[in-house]
């Protein structure tokens, strides 16, 4: 009985210290502590599990853990590899170009990777893959990856071979689905980053830039602007939505499009000096840079590079912004290699705008869980640094580039095109339709001119999509929206990526809206010097 209370005794001495202790532990804590003060505590910490706890732990393991608690904390992006889960030969032999990749790219969220864009080109592009799309499974089994780096290294393989991805997608009415594709390994870096590049109307130019992954995108650019001023233009709408950037040289070339020689494009900045960079408009881009007006249309899902070009062609006063607020990341990082094999990914740097403005969202003051859940969430300009462009126009930053005009959020998918996409409905449809029918345009300007398919169609996939469960509601809007999917989708069957970009475009009332801006893009470019 006594060594019962001596015990709790000590239990409630141990949880509830006595009103001296605690208030003398409070005195101490109101002043910032040393770094060798934490040192010692953390010593003291390691030494009371190694001595007082039941279980037989490795050391290793718990100062492994430890690191990667400083990791995260420091910032969203930094991440370890540890060792143990680090195969150094096939590490080795991706960088060096001899396995190849799944060309789907994830994020990684609140410890979960999600799919943040699908490679333009490649076959899983032809898939139904969607952005938000979470990887719970790979060939069946858990995803255990701490960072997408290794994610990446481990989803990597022999060329064209198969990996089984298990993603799990939210609906519109909160229900789970769990959708398992096959995708195979492939590289897709001969595939042009500008696949779309045509006249929306005699004066007007529309470019999409899918990604600045390539070290070919600025001069596919430029190509594909002097194929339009040929064509007539006098004015271009720049698509960047859901570019996660790439190559920050690609995206200074692509600014210097549109900017006079000495420009400045970004900055660079972090702890030590060699990490400072000034990016400058060269005049051996180009002989001199383009003078039309300029839409540029963009979403949160363009990031990193890509917003780069955009707060460039802001600050400078060389474009009007469009769309919705960018994602906001824009971070230097360098790898680390640590005693025991692991690699330790840091930030190292931020990167500036022209004028200032920090692209990077906020991470300080919020966890990680709250830093990605509020990534695609609404915001505004209330207390976002600014600064003011050439022409005096405030602009802002602190969370992405934020737009000049902004534009609604796309409706949520409706339960039964969510169904359709789930099952995988109208690619395993497509094939069989574009065999069977021989009067579908025999090219894309006859395919973009008349940017539908026939009723016949419609009425023919609601029969085959019925036969598979998936029951759509009648209806003009539902048949309308149904019409835009398959035709679409006979575009990408057809001509490929250029087809369905093109294609994509005429039906977006997005692209629409965007080009109703170019009366402010003119006025804003009639007052540069």
């Known amino acids: 009985m006594r060594r019962g209370a001596s015990a709790i005794a000590l239990l409630v001495a141990i949880c509830f210290p006595s009103a001296a202790t605690a ?98 080109g490649s076959k899983a592009a032809e898939q139904d893959i969607l952005i938000g799309d979470e990887l719970v499974a790979i060939d069946g089994r858990a995803v255990d990856a701490a960072s997408t780096t290794e994610l990446e290294i481990g989803l990597a393989g022999a060329k064209n071979t198969p990996v089984t991805l298990g993603l799990e997608r939210r609906r519109i009415d909160g229900s789970l689905a769990r959708v398992d594709r096959i995708v195979r390994r492939e590289r897709v870096d001969e595939a042009t980053a500008v696949p779309a590049a045509f ?7 529309y470019v999409r830039i899918t990604t600045f992954v390539s070290d070919k995108v600025a001069d596919d650019m430029h190509d594909a602007l002097g194929r339009l001023e040929a064509q007539g233009m006098r004015r271009v709408l720049i698509d960047l939505r859901d570019n996660g950037g790439g190559r920050v040289d690609q995206a200074a070339r692509i600014a210097g499009e549109f900017l006079p020689k000495g420009a400045l ?7 030590k000096a060699d990490v400072t960079d000034t990016s400058r408009v060269s005049r051996s881009f180009w002989r001199s840079e383009k003078r039309y007006p300029i839409v540029l249309l963009v979403n949160d899902g363009t990031a990193s590079a890509s917003e780069l070009v955009a707060g460039a062609l802001q600050d400078h006063d060389r474009a009007l912004i469009v769309g919705q607020p960018t994602f906001g990341k824009s971070l230097l990082m360098a790898g680390f290699p640590m005693s025991d094999g692991s690699v330790i990914e840091l930030v190292i740097g931020h990167v500036r ?32 640094p600014s600064c003011k462009t050439d022409q005096g126009r405030v602009v802002y930053g602190g969370g992405g580039i934020y737009p000049d005009v902004r534009l609604g959020q796309d409706d949520a998918l409706p339960v039964w095109l969510a169904r359709v996409r789930e099952n995988d409905l109208v690619l395993k449809w497509i094939g069989g339709y574009v065999t069977a029918n021989v009067g579908i345009p025999a090219t894309l300007e006859a395919l973009a001119a008349n940017p539908v398919v026939p009723p016949s169609a419609v009425a023919e996939f609601r029969s085959f999509a019925s036969q598979q469960g998936v029951v759509i509601p009648a209806g003009d809007e539902v048949d309308t929206e149904l019409q835009h999917v398959l035709t679409r989708a006979l575009a990408r069957a057809k001509f490929g990526d250029s087809g369905y970009y093109r294609v994509a475009a005429l039906l977006d009332p997005t692209v629409r809206r965007a080009a109703q801006q170019f009366d402010r893009a003119s006025a804003i470019l009639a007052k540069a010097p």
Not at 356 to 380: C, M, P, T, V
């Open 199 to 205: 006249m929306l109307d005699p004066q007007t130019g």
């Open 265 to 271: 494009v970004y900055t660079a900045e972090g702890r």
């Open 23 to 120: 208030q003398d532990s409070t005195t101490r804590a109101t002043r910032p502590r040393t770094t060798a003060e934490d040192l010692m505590m953390f010593s003291q910490v390691l030494n009371q599990i190694r001595v007082n706890h039941p279980d037989s732990l490795d050391m290793h393991e718990l100062f492994m853990a430890a690191i990667e608690g400083m990791i995260h904390a420091a910032d969203p992006h930094s991440f370890v590899i540890p060792a143990i889960r680090l195969n150094p030969a096939k590490a080795t032999a991706f960088r060096e170009g001899k396995l190849y990749p799944v060309p789907v790219n994830f994020r990684l969220v609140d410890g979960a990777p999600v799919v943040v864009s699908v490679e333009p």
């Open 353 to 384: 705008t022209p004028c200032g403005r920090i692209i990077q969202r906020q991470y300080r003051s919020i966890s990680r869980h709250d830093y990605y859940r509020l990534a695609g969430a609404e915001r505004d300009t209330v207390g976002r």
